[in-house]
């Protein structure tokens, strides 16, 4: 079984490090003592040992305390991708919440002895966080999706969430930001202050997003969420949970897109039980990289 993040009591000292991630900015790390979790080890990926409802009452309380951070929601496919890419694994690894975005995450987790972890799926995050932003007058940014598709998104949910504040949308380039347009979405965060900026820009590309801006953007929380966008839109149809709950939600979606998605899942998805079963086996150690003790926060001044 994982160990649980030992952080410290309240009251004590909050040493500051920093961990250089290559072309990234250095990123500071803070324990806090608040937001104690305990984590499953997926192949080196710390994930979440948290269902649906412990990750929404965990983002309330950090977005209350004006921590920044960033929430990676995490499947095969960002498991998979952290194998070839410790830079990535780093990034996952130092989330606020990694969450288990996928059965099989939810599987090896009880395997690992938390019985009550359970999957925690982008869209239903996005969601529950929604609702929960009515009620606390918590702002939203929607950045990411095709052009046209945050403008959408932002309709749909504000006639889903009557009352629900979407202060701004972005379509990004499909490329790096130019220090114009870096400029350009700076603004529009600092004149409207969400307390929640939705990045939907697809694994890997949004969690190397967040980590890049996380202290830049003055935001206390970003969630990437891929296809939620997607998914709320009408663009991607959702299927049913007994098909969700039997781990068989990346089929639905192959079938809906097997143009792109098809090499994604011929690779990824038998190298996964492969690694996994040496894992489980203990024929092979896949340890995480940097401390457990630590975590990606960003404390206002």
Not at 21 to 37: A, G, H, K, L, M
């Amino acid at each position: 079984m994982t160990r649980p993040v030992e952080l410290p009591k309240p009251g004590s000292s909050l040493g500051v490090a920093r961990i250089p991630v290559r072309q990234y900015d250095e990123i500071p790390i803070v324990p806090v003592s608040d937001f104690f979790q305990e984590y499953a080890n997926v192949l080196g990926v710390n994930v979440s040992a948290i269902d649906l409802d412990r990750a929404v009452e965990m983002a309330d309380r950090w977005i209350s305390a004006e921590n920044r951070g960033y929430i990676c929601v995490t499947g095969v496919h960002g498991v998979m991708e952290a194998q070839s890419d410790p830079e990535f694994q780093h990034i996952l690894n130092h989330a606020f919440i990694n969450t288990p975005d996928g059965m099989p995450m939810s599987w090896v987790g009880r395997l690992q002895g938390f019985s009550k972890m359970d999957r925690v799926f982008g869209p239903d995050l996005m969601a529950s966080l929604c609702q929960l932003s009515i009620e606390r007058n918590y702002r939203n940014f929607l950045y990411g999706g095709e052009p046209g598709v945050a403008e959408l998104l932002k309709e749909k949910l504000e006639n889903t969430f009557p009352g629900l504040q979407i202060v701004g949308t972005y379509t990004p380039p499909f490329r790096n930001l130019t220090s114009e347009e870096e400029e350009d979405i700076f603004g529009q965060l600092q004149t409207s202050r969400p307390h929640i900026l939705w990045v939907g820009l697809s694994t890997p590309k949004q969690e190397r997003f967040m980590a890049r801006y996380i202290d830049r953007l003055q935001v206390p929380l970003l969630v990437g969420v891929g296809a939620a966008f997607d998914y709320h839109t009408g663009r991607i149809n959702d299927c049913s949970d007994w098909i969700k709950s039997a781990g068989l939600q990346w089929f639905h979606r192959l079938l809906q897109d097997p143009r792109r998605l098809w090499k994604r899942y011929l690779k990824n998805n038998p190298a996964f039980l492969w690694k996994i079963a040496l894992q489980l086996s203990k024929l092979k150690r896949y340890p995480t990289s940097g401390k457990q003790t630590q975590r990606i926060v960003r404390t206002r001044s």
